[in-house]
């Protein structure tokens, strides 16, 4: 396994330089091209030392305590990956590390989008230009988790990482599908207030065809949320930055819920963002039934696929078809790329399983 590691951190550097010798041999490089060579720079630079494989059993915790003490000495021993972690801070930083590390017991769910963060922190201890630092700090340490948006510039900072942890745990537990969702055994979803009847129905949609339920994601996140009027805006949030579920909702219910920013420079063609944001007009009137999540649809044999791109082509006339294959590239990628096109791109999904989605573009003739 080390070998099989180190294997593949070659192959990358390889690759990192390969695409570096690209850019370089043409005559005019452009500004998008210019700042990614910043970042493989920035990527080859980093020096990583790959630990040996470490055995430990989640059943008996056999090897818990030795893996811990692994995990400890590569955070204080591996500086260009934990830069902030054992080093002496100013006593006016450490002071906002402070503020920062108690910001959870004021809010009513710990968690807060980067600006309103950002605003906390600097209206009280000021220090503007060190607010990145002095967060990062905070989150090598483990004591917050702050998550950058993928392909945008916004951040969400999880006050309580073992919070965020206790909800991710409580919707992809491993008995999920075999003894927790059993009514009579588990008195959570009564003490909820969720009947018997409904809970049913909510359990067959979610385990057979992946369509959880508002009320039944209430119950299994009843002890670690409170007040039902944070409930859709925090799972909105999960959705939008950890790309785990989608709601499901006509297009024009979901643009009316977020609304996406394209900037004018992608019509340049420069390296640019596509921005998705909660619409602020309908923030407090979010609500929305069943959610999709990728991770318990159902799979689709490679027999049943051929036959769904039939059925599907014999309904068009002219045909170009684009496929990207992967040997090692995880489902969870694959999971997390159906969320995000599903929220940022003008698409819509006829049908969407495990490990395929059939789909066409909203406005055009593309499918």
């Known amino acids: 396994m080390n070998k099989f590691f180190k294997l593949y951190l070659k192959y990358r550097i390889d690759r990192i330089e390969h695409d570096m010798h690209l850019i370089h041999s043409l005559q005019t490089i452009s500004s998008s091209l ?62 906002a590390n402070q503020y920062i590390e108690s910001l959870a017991d ?83 979803f009564s003490v909820s207030n969720l009947p018997e009847a409904r809970f049913q129905v909510y359990k067959t949609e979610f385990l057979q065809n992946g369509l959880l339920h508002s009320e039944l994601l209430r119950s299994l996140w009843f002890s670690l949320l409170y007040k039902k009027e944070h409930f859709y805006h925090l799972w909105l949030t999960l959705m939008r930055f950890l790309l785990i579920a989608y709601p499901k909702m006509n297009k024009e219910q979901l643009k009316r819920l977020v609304h996406v920013e394209t900037p004018d420079s992608l019509r340049t063609k420069e390296n640019s963002l596509i921005d998705i944001k909660q619409n602020p007009d309908d923030r407090e009137e979010i609500k929305f039934d069943y959610a999709v999540v990728p991770y318990y649809l159902p799979f689709i044999h490679r027999n049943e696929q051929r036959d769904e791109m039939k059925r599907f082509n014999n309904c068009l006339i002219n045909i170009i078809t684009i496929r990207y294959t992967s040997q090692s590239l995880p489902l969870g990628f694959f999971h997390r790329f159906s969320v995000s096109a599903i929220l940022r791109l003008n698409i819509i999904y006829k049908k969407h399983w495990n490990n395929f989605i059939v789909g066409e573009h909203e406005e055009k003739d593309i499918r």
């Open 34 to 95: 210019s700042d990614r060579l910043k970042t493989y720079l920035a990527l080859l630079n980093l020096h990583i030392q790959i630990e040996p494989p470490h055995p430990i059993s989640s059943l008996t915790f056999q090897g818990i305590d030795e893996l811990y003490r692994i995990i400890q000495q590569c955070v204080l021993t591996q500086k260009t990956i934990f830069p902030h972690v054992d080093r002496r801070l100013p006593t006016l930083w450490a002071e």
């Open 106 to 188: 004021s809010l009513p769910v710990p968690y807060l989008l980067w600006d309103d963060f950002t605003d906390r922190v600097v209206r009280k201890h000021g220090l503007p230009n060190l607010i990145n630092d002095m967060a990062m700090s905070v989150h090598d340490e483990g004591k917050i988790l702050v998550i950058n948006e993928i392909a945008t510039t916004d951040r969400i900072v999880f006050l309580r990482p073992s919070w965020l942890t206790d909800l991710l745990y409580n919707l992809f537990r491993h008995d999920m599908s075999t003894t927790y969702l059993d009514y009579e055994k588990n008195e959570i």
